[in-house]
Nanobody
Framework: QVQLVESGGGLVQAGGSLRLSCTASGRTFDNNAMGWFRQAPGKEREFVVAINWSGAYTYTDSVKGRFTISRDNAKNTLYLEMNNLKPEDTAVYCC???????????????????WGQGTQVTVSS
């Protein structure tokens, strides 16, 4: 059974930092694209950032220069380093993975086959 488990969320003041982790079990994703999405209260889940098997990545405009995605294939873990956090970053952050090998970066939720339950990030002003 494939599982993605996020951790690292919490409450932080505006301007602060958090590092999210997403650890996979049940299979490896070395050759698969993975990403982070977030869902704020009353809003749809939105794309944040994705990284493919070769390390290429793409960010949504609102987090460029503040968030950094990385992966440690040896640990089967995806990370999201978030700096200079803003109240509008408050959301549940979920990681996701595509099942197809050598899959490309995608911002579409429908392209991801596996999802974690999410971790809450709250940024106070």
């Amino acid at each position: 059974q494939v599982q993605l488990v996020e951790s690292g969320g919490g409450l932080v003041q505006a301007g602060g930092s958090l590092r999210l982790s997403c650890t996979a079990s049940g299979r490896t994703f070395d050759n698969n694209a993975m990403g982070w999405f977030r869902q704020a209260p009353g809003k749809e889940r939105e794309f944040v950032v994705a990284i493919n098997w070769s390390g290429a990545y793409t960010y949504t405009d609102s987090v460029k220069g503040r968030f950094t995605i990385s992966r440690d294939n040896a640990k089967n873990t995806l990370y999201l380093e978030m700096n200079n956090l803003k109240p509008e970053d408050t959301a549940v952050y979920c990681c996701a993975a595509r099942a197809r090998f050598y899959s490309g970066i995608s911002s579409r939720r429908a392209d991801y086959n596996y999802w974690g339950q999410g971790t809450q990030v709250t940024v106070s002003s």
